[in-house]
């Protein structure tokens, strides 16, 4: 069974950079699967930030798309999240989850992390 | 984007009861890119049900979903007491893919 699970930094300053690494275990990121990002505050709920396939092909959530990078390390068995600009708005619950795929049909978050608390403030 | 509606925003109930939590999409929404979430606090969310009415592995035959277009359904037949908690539903079939509020169940 798949398991994620995210690290980083919990504490971020105004107009930094949010970096956030997902390590995956039980299963390759090389699979036919999306590796997604997802956050969740009081503010905006669950909201989808961006997702990678292995072939390196993205997907952005659009509101997000001119601060954020979803990245791949296939030998480590691993992708990442960087946001910058970041403001208090961005404080928020990252999860890192798999988006599975049935042949071409990829259409739940089957697995997700246990998620990390990351606060945007000086 | 596609906004999500869930309602009622809280619903009480008893164990045993039976409990339908609606989400409602602002357009069309594919059945196969419909899915249905639970969340406990501090937990992650935990997928249910997928194309709209297809049971994730290992969850009970109690939770069942179905709808098309712009209407859903999750139904909960019997409640347990595991089963209060937030459900989502989050639709896959136009990007951005977005979730509803949420709807709360809670022990009446």
């Known amino acids: 069974q798949v398991q994620l699970q995210e690290s980083g930094p919990g504490l971020v300053k105004p107009s930094g950079s949010l970096s956030l690494t997902c390590v995956v275990s039980?299963?390759?990121?090389?699979?036919?699967?999306?590796w997604s990002w997802v956050r969740q505050s009081p503010r905006k709920g669950l909201e989808w930030i961006g997702e990678i396939y292995h072939s390196g092909r993205t997907n952005y959530n659009p509101s997000l798309i001119s601060r954020v990078t979803v990245s791949a390390d296939k030998s480590m068995n691993q992708f990442s999240l960087k946001m910058t600009s970041v403001t208090a708005a961005d404080t928020a619950e990252y999860y890192c989850a798999r988006r599975g795929c049935t042949g071409g049909t990829c259409n739940r978050f089957d697995s997700w992390g246990q998620g990390t608390r990351v606060t945007v403030s000086s | 984007e596609i906004v999500l509606t869930q309602s009622p925003g809280t619903l009480s109930l008893s164990p045993g009861d039976r409990a339908a939590l609606s989400c409602r999409a602002s357009?069309?929404?594919?059945?196969?890119?419909l899915a249905w979430y639970q969340q406990k606090p501090g937990q992650a969310p935990r997928l249910l049900i997928y194309?709209?009415?297809t049971r994730a592995t290992g969850i009970p035959d109690r939770f069942s979903g179905r709808g098309s277009g712009t209407d859903f359904t999750l139904t909960i037949s019997g409640l347990e007491p595991e089963d209060f908690a937030v459900y989502y539903c989050q639709q896959y079939d136009t990007s951005p893919f977005t979730f509803g509020r949420g709807t709360k169940l809670e022990i009446k």
């Open positions: 194309g709209a009415s």
């Open positions: 039980g299963g390759s990121i090389t699979s036919n699967n999306w």
């Open positions: 357009q069309g929404v594919s059945s196969t890119y």
